[in-house]
């Protein structure tokens, strides 16, 4: 599959060859979907198709992770007697983290998403030179993130502690 990759940009192709089949055919499917208009085949293209890749992939991992909480939380407060074992601790199954709100997937999608507005609008006017790619892996590196992507269950950073609940006498 790696052979077929038509890409003008060596440092695409590099990155290309360190992911999945899945996600270098998505990579050529983007380019055919822009190719299809009437754009030129270029080395900004190619970092766009692969910025491309990059937000999808974070879509769809931040999808999951937010399955996973809702589905959870779903079974928790469906527990007949409460949902929660002890008054005064949780179990480490009771910690959902990273909230969904804060997961990094969705932090870096948000962070890419002006780059990617960027980068289609001087494809659109007609530029062709590449792009500093350190811009893509500074927004990566800031969430901890690096290519490929790793699977989107994160474990929390800190384990929660003791809780202490105070009654009224």
């Known amino acids: 599959m790696v052979a077929s990759i038509d890409s003008v940009s060596e440092a695409v192709r590099a990155v290309l060859q360190a ?17 299809a208009r009437p754009v030129d085949d270029s ?3 190619d970092q766009l198709c692969c910025l491309r ?4 992939r974070l879509s769809e991992g931040y999808a999951v992770a937010l399955r996973r909480f809702e589905e959870g939380i779903a079974a928790k407060t469906e527990m007949p007697g409460g949902w929660r ?12 983290s990273p909230m969904p709100w804060l997961h990094p997937f969705k ?3 948000e962070d890419l998403k002006p780059l990617e507005e ?5 494809l659109a006017r007609g530029e062709n030179e ?3 790619p350190a811009r893509l892996q500074e927004l990566l590196d800031r969430h901890g993130l690096a290519l490929p992507l790793p699977s989107p269950h994160f474990e929390p950073k800190f384990r929660p ?5 105070f009654k009224s006498t």
């Open 85 to 96: 074992e002890s008054v005064t601790l949780k179990r480490p199954g009771e910690f959902e």
């Open 43 to 45: 080395p900004l293209l």
């Open 130 to 132: 590449a792009r500093d």
């Open 161 to 165: 502690g003791a809780i202490r609940v």
């Open 118 to 122: 960027e980068w289609q609008a001087a």
């Open 19 to 35: 992911l999945s089949h899945e996600d270098q055919h998505l990579f050529v499917e983007e380019k055919d979907r822009y190719l």
């Open 107 to 109: 932090l870096a999608r």
């Open 53 to 56: 890749v990059v937000t999808t």
